[in-house]
Each structure stands twice: as C-alpha cells, then as structure tokens.
T-cell receptor, first 112, second 117 residues
Framework: EDQVTQSPEALRLQEGESSSLNCSYTVSGLRGLFWYRQDPGKGPEFLFTLYSAGEEKEKERLKATLTKKESFLHITAPKPEDSATYLCAVRDYGGSQGNLIFGKGTKLSVKP | GAVVSQHPSWVICKSGTSVKIECRSLDFQATTMFWYRQFPKQSLMLMATSNEGSKATYEQGVEKDKFLINHASLTLSTLTVTSAHPEDSSFYIC?????????????FGNGTRLTVT
C-alpha cells in the first residue's frame, strides 16, 4: 500500500535559521513526488516535482531532493513569509494523475 | 495566476440540506477534474474523479449517492453534498488535469470550507 509520512509534524524556526523537512514514502512504482505549500484556508500551491533518485530542484530559498525512499525540502535562511504547511505527495504508475497520496504535512512557523 | 477557481470559498448550512460547490478551469479545458477532502490535521484524500460527459469514479468508502458529481462541460465540475450532516463538515478542494500533461502536477482550487450545523 502506498504511504507517505512527513516529519516533523510542526517546525518553529527563527528567521534565517536553515532546516529541512522530511518526506518518507513507500510506493510500488514512483511516477512522481510533489511538494506543495498550503496556506491556512487555501488550496495547495505547487512547488516542485521530482521523478527519479538523485534529482534536485531549487526555487528561491527552497531546495527539494529525492532518494529512493525519501525526499527532503531544504529551507535556507527562511523568512516569516515562508510560514505555511508543506505537503508532500506521490503518484505511482498504478494510479491516475489525480490519485496523489498525500502526507499530513509539516507546519512551518518562521519567527522574525 | 490561478488556473482553477472554486466557489464558494466557505458555506454554512443546516443539517439535512444540500450544498453545491463549483470548480472551474480558467484557461484550459479539463476533461478530468478531481475532488479531495481534507479534515483538520489530516491528509488530503481523493474522493472522486470527475469525467466530462460520463459518470464520476468514486474512491472506496465515498458514498456516490451522497456526494453527487456533475461534469457537464469542459470547464466546470460541481460537487453536491446531499442531506448534509455535521460529520460532512470539512475542507473540500478540487483540482483539474490539463490535457496532454500526464505527468505534470495537479493545480488546485482554493478550497471550500463546509460547516454543517
């Protein structure tokens, strides 16, 4: 059974304090791993797609990496506006495009 | 800018009434849309896949007679929660699939907060 586990559940950082969020996954055949940002009361906003182990993607202060078992979202020198819940999701070859398996998310709070 | 629009953003209804939520793709025609539900501190869970011109496909455990889906045009899917009960209170989010982009990410609407009193 496909499964996604994110840790930690919540993370509090000071502005400028770099850290990483973890997404561990179990899937029969990985078709794609996705990172989304979700603000309170809003839908998920797409950040990155990773397809194969060793792949890395960067966007501003965020960098996503992928291994065969997990993905990390590295946040470098975060700012208060980076505060949000970060969701990880996987899609396997057995499912449709919409059948994403989501983790519960990591709620990030960045204090000034 | 947003590519998927959802309306309303929040709704409060009385137990036993029905509520309709709309999901529109703004700059493309979507033959397939997806409806998710998210409870507090829980994962987004796929409820059903909405196919234009045909019946929706429901995930296991989702009552198709309770959650009616209509995908009458290439830009609009609706989810109607019939005979709503307090346990149906949740955050409902739709997403749309751009044709020809099989492995690209889904783009989501901003969700509808449903509260059943």
């Amino acid at each position: 059974e496909d499964q996604v586990t994110q840790s930690p559940e919540a993370l509090r950082l000071q502005e400028g304090e770099s850290s990483s969020l973890n997404c561990s996954y179990t899937v029969s055949g990985l078709r794609g791993l996705f990172w989304y940002r979700q603000d309170p009361g809003k839908g998920p906003e797409f950040l990155f797609t990773l397809y194969s182990a060793g792949e890395e993607k960067e966007k501003e202060r965020l960098k996503a990496t992928l291994t065969k078992k997990e993905s990390f979202l590295h946040i470098t020198a975060p700012k208060p506006e980076d505060s949000a819940t970060y969701l990880c999701a996987v899609r396997d070859y057995g499912g449709s495009q919409g059948n994403l398996i989501f983790g519960k998310g990591t709620k990030l709070s960045v204090k000034p | 800018g947003a590519v998927v629009s959802q309306h309303p953003s929040w709704v409060i209804c009385k137990s036993g009434t029905s509520v309709k939520i709309e999901c529109r793709s703004l700059d493309f025609q979507a033959t397939t849309m997806f409806w998710y539900r998210q409870f507090p501190k829980q994962s987004l869970m796929l409820m059903a896949t909405s196919n234009e011109g045909s019946k929706a496909t429901y995930e296991q455990g989702v009552e198709k007679d309770k959650f009616l889906i209509n995908h009458a045009s290439l830009t609009l899917s609706t989810l109607t929660v019939t005979s709503a009960h307090p346990e149906d209170s949740s955050f409902y989010i739709c997403s749309a699939e751009k044709p020809g982009t099989a492995d690209s990410p889904l783009h989501f609407g901003n969700g509808t907060r449903l509260t059943v009193t």
